[in-house]
Nanobody, 117 residues
Framework: QVQLVESGGSLVQPGGSLRLSCAAS????????MAWYRQTPGKQRELVAR???????IYAGSVKGRFTISRDNAKNTVYLQMNSLKSDDTAIYYC???????????WGQGTQVTVSS
């Protein structure tokens, strides 16, 4: 059974930075595709960034150039470095992992990011 645990969410001022972490339990992390999503009240969950098992990354247009997704397979962890944060980035951020061996997608419990002065 795979569990994903996010951390790093916080209150930060506009223009500030945060790094989110998502630690995965279980095996086969290095063959997984990992992603960060975010959701605000009344809106659908949206993709922020995704990184495949080879380290190739894609980003939503709204965060491109400000956010960086990365992974450390030795630590079974994926990161989201968020710079130049804006109030529009305020949301609950969720980690998702797609285990390619089983075709199963897993979600973390979410971590709150609030950008406000």
């Amino acid at each position: 059974q795979v569990q994903l645990v996010e951390s790093g969410g916080s209150l930060v001022q506009p223009g500030g930075s945060l790094r989110l972490s998502c630690a995965a339990s279980g095996s086969n992390f290095r063959t997984s595709h990992m992603a960060w999503y975010r959701q605000t009240p009344g809106k659908q969950r949206e993709l922020v960034a995704r990184i495949d098992s080879s380290g190739n990354a894609i980003y939503a247009g709204s965060v491109k150039g400000r956010f960086t997704i990365s992974r450390d397979n030795a630590k079974n962890t994926v990161y989201l470095q968020m710079n130049s944060l804006k109030s529009d980035d305020t949301a609950i951020y969720y980690c998702q992992g797609l285990w390619t061996i089983t075709g199963t997608a897993y979600w973390g419990q979410g971590t709150q990011v609030t950008v406000s002065s």
